[in-house]
């Protein structure tokens, strides 16, 4: 065969596998499905060529429609959840919309795995015909042609016809076509009365939503959402012009949170004030959530979507991350928990850290059960020091509640303990051991502003804290702590210096 006419066929198998491929992707990928957690829901993702996103919000509030803005779409079932009242339920879906980059980043990684999947898929599928094509050969396929002109040849492939109809027509009997929906502009379903934030301009509520319990808790959550909008971005822009020292030459700076329960507004906050300082890494001193539950997942992708750029992130579980699904989950995005171990910390120092054992029992130290917090701090404090004798000094301890590392610091083998847990902020007070050596305890009061154990809403309950730990030739030497106030003000101490 010439050269010209091979490369011609080649082509040719080449574009119907292509076209194959793609229309059995499209449709493998619009009838997939994925369950997540979403919103504080276990949630079924469906993805679809509408161009719209369609949340199905269950049986009592009203669906809702946007622009997704691109040619995928996604219909977002909400299934089971928590929350014992509507007005909680509402209130959430408020403070999680304010701050939607978690959730966001969910709904963007299940899409793509589906598109990746329907098109490995589609790949496989599509080659199968071209295969069979190829295997059949093409004096069989004349032989096939022939046979097929024959009167045998057609009553064979009209059964094969009957048959097929047969088998795929019942499968719509006893089906109706789904009712028509009609959607209503938001704005409109409100009225004039209820002003609405530009971000909402695009939203549509499915029209036999009319009853006034849906419109006042629509008008609810939507004033819970522009609160929430409002307090939490002008925070963070003015974050930007807070006076903060800046790092020198050599020198690292790590952002410090800690029990944060919830709080989804304060990561945008505490990002900028991480960017305004010049920080590159975080710490996490634990009690991201108020149970550890599964449906608090959002929490944590908001605080992945934060940091998601970040050089290092290191985490503890607080005593509130009951069970192991948040150390989970945010290990699976890039976080790093301790194992017992000295690691690797920022600035070339080193870095211990453990989680909080009344996050899953007391216990659970190097595998011994029924330990005490005492007896678990003074476990700790031996593995400090013997990572000191050794020459691994540990640069910075980090726990949730920083009474525990106190054999390890009263025994100088730490330079720096940080922890949160009490949600009031105190230090960083110098420890001189007996053999005179020198370390620092700092503990950072609640980043979500809370009074008790869930801080989500639209509004802060107390003071807000972050803090910014600098580090300088593999060792801390100074600390900024800065406060939002519920007032939205913001007081900034001084940089306080860690002489060794």
């Known amino acids: 065969m010439p050269a010209p006419r091979r490369l011609l066929r080649v082509l040719a198998y080449a574009g119907a596998w292509v076209v194959l491929s793609a229309a059995i992707a499209a449709a493998i990928f619009v009838n997939s499905e994925r369950t997540v957690e979403i919103a504080s829901h276990e949630a079924t993702i469906r993805p679809n060529l509408t161009g719209e996103v369609v949340a199905r919000m269950g049986p009592v509030l009203p669906d809702l429609r946007m622009p997704s803005g691109s040619r995928v779409g996604l219909e977002v079932e909400l299934g089971k959840t928590d929350a014992e009242t509507l007005e909680e339920l509402t209130g959430r879906y408020a403070a999680i919309a304010s701050q939607p980059e978690g959730q966001i980043a969910v709904a963007e990684r299940v899409v793509v795995a589906m598109a990746l999947a329907a098109a490995v898929q589609g ?109 939490y971005s002008q925070a963070a822009d003015e974050a930007a012009d807070l006076e903060l ?142 990572a000191d004798e050794d020459g691994e000094r540990v640069n910075t301890l980090l726990v949730h509640d920083a009474n525990i590392a106190k054999p390890a610091l009263e025994r100088g083998c730490v330079d720096l303990v940080l922890g949160g847990h009490v949600h009031v902020q105190t230090g960083p007070t110098a420890v001189t051991a007996e053999d005179g050596r020198v370390g620092y305890t700092y503990t950072l009061g609640t980043t979500g502003g809370a009074a008790y154990a869930i801080a989500i809403g639209s509004k802060l309950r107390r003071p807000a804290s972050i803090g910014l730990v600098t580090y300088r030739e593999g060792r801390p030497v100074g600390i900024q702590s800065i406060t939002l106030q519920p007032n939205g003000r913001y007081e900034v101490d001084p940089w306080a210096e860690l002489i060794y």
């Open 123 to 231: 790949a496989v599928l599509g080659s199968v015909p071209l295969l069979v094509w190829a295997a059949v050969g093409r004096a069989r396929r004349r032989e096939l042609y022939g046979a097929l002109r024959t009167p045998t040849g057609f009553a064979v492939s009209g059964l094969a016809v009957v048959l097929a109809v047969a088998a795929v027509v019942p499968l719509g009997w006893g089906r109706t076509e789904p009712p028509r929906e009609h959607w209503t502009p938001l704005h409109d379903f409100l009225g004039p009365a209820v002003p609405l934030p530009d971000e909402l301009a695009d939203v549509e509520v499915m029209g036999d939503a009319t009853t006034a319990q849906s419109r006042r808790l629509i008008e609810s959550g939507i004033s819970s959402y522009q609160k929430s909008l409002e307090f």
């Open 245 to 386: 020292r800046q790092p020198e030459d050599g020198e690292t700076v790590v952002v410090l949170v800690s029990d944060r329960h919830d709080n989804v507004g304060m990561d945008k906050v505490a990002r900028a004030i991480a960017d305004a300082g010049g920080a590159t890494a975080v710490f996490d001193a634990g009690d991201d959530t108020s149970t550890g539950s599964r449906w608090e997942a959002f929490s944590l992708d908001s605080l992945a979507a934060a940091f998601d750029d970040f050089d290092g992130r290191w985490a503890v579980a607080g005593n509130h991350d009951s069970g192991g699904f948040v150390r989970e989950y945010l290990e699976e995005r890039g976080w790093t928990y301790f194992d017992d171990e000295v690691a690797e910390g920022p600035g070339g120092s080193r870095i211990l850290g453990l989680d909080d054992p009344r996050s899953s029992g007391l216990g659970d130290w190097r595998d011994q059960t029924g330990l005490s917090f005492s007896e678990v701090a003074e476990l700790l404090g031996d593995a400090a020091c013997a």
